[in-house]
């Protein structure tokens, strides 16, 4: 296991609520990055933080947003769900910085929203 | 528009074959090229590669990267159920997954 951890394991809301998926990152790595997961698709990059700061995007709309904390967990907020954002959200955690780096993964979040 | 292809996108071996999956890739900025094992959920860090023409091993799993060609290989040999996963293959910056490779290894 990789010490990352994501709550909660499975949802099911309706079009148009708001959810909150919640990350814990492995304990020194102070870069938390969001994906969504289609199925049968790679995971597709939300966004990056890196302490605290968003430091990269992906092609999702503003609807998708996120926070980090002191401690380097993160959130993931959706609001206006659509049925198009049912997938596995996942959230991977890594060292920052300028070299390359491995991130490593969650369990995910399956989201169902109908 | 920055871009990983992989193939193929599915596989069917049996135990004790050898595959080859490849990766090509189209990134700004290139740094690194990783290599992932999904089983179920969460992705696990097979390789992270940087260096064109050495080969990172691991077990009877092993990749090379070529940055000239832009792109990288992931063999495993005398395959195993045990592998059947799907195999990411993801750009450094930005951070590009391809659609993976399905391996289905059958007894």
């Known amino acids: 296991e990789t010490g990352v951890t994501q709550s909660p394991t499975h949802l099911i809301k309706t079009r148009g609520q708001q959810v909150t998926l919640r990350c814990s990152s492995q304990s020194g790595h102070n870069t938390v990055s969001w994906y969504q997961q289609a199925l049968g698709q790679g995971p597709q990059f939300i966004f990056q933080y890196y302490r605290e700061e968003e430091n990269g995007r992906g092609n999702f709309p503003p609807r998708f947003s996120g926070l980090q904390f002191p401690n380097y967990s993160s959130e993931l907020n959706v609001n206006a769900l659509e049925l198009d954002d049912s997938a596995l959200y996942l959230c991977?955690?890594?060292?920052?910085?300028?070299?390359?780096?491995?991130?490593?993964f969650g369990p995910g979040t399956r989201l169902t929203v109908t | 528009e920055d871009k990983v292809v992989q193939s193929p996108l599915s596989l069917v071996v049996h135990e004790g074959d050898t595959v080859t999956l490849n990766c090509s890739y189209e990134v700004t900025n290139f740094r690194s090229l990783l290599w992932y094992k999904q089983e179920k959920k969460a992705p696990t860090f097979l390789f992270m590669l940087t260096s064109s023409g050495i080969e990172k091993k691991s077990g009877r799993l092993s990749s090379i990267l070529d940055k000239k060609e832009l792109f990288s290989i992931l063999n495993i040999t005398a395959t195993q159920t045990g592998d059947s996963a799907i195999y990411l293959c993801?750009?450094?910056?930005?951070?590009?997954f391809g659609k993976g490779t399905r391996l289905s290894v059958i007894a």
């Open positions: 991977a955690s890594s060292l920052g910085g300028a070299s390359p780096y491995e991130q490593y």
């Open positions: 993801r750009g450094n910056t930005p951070l590009v």
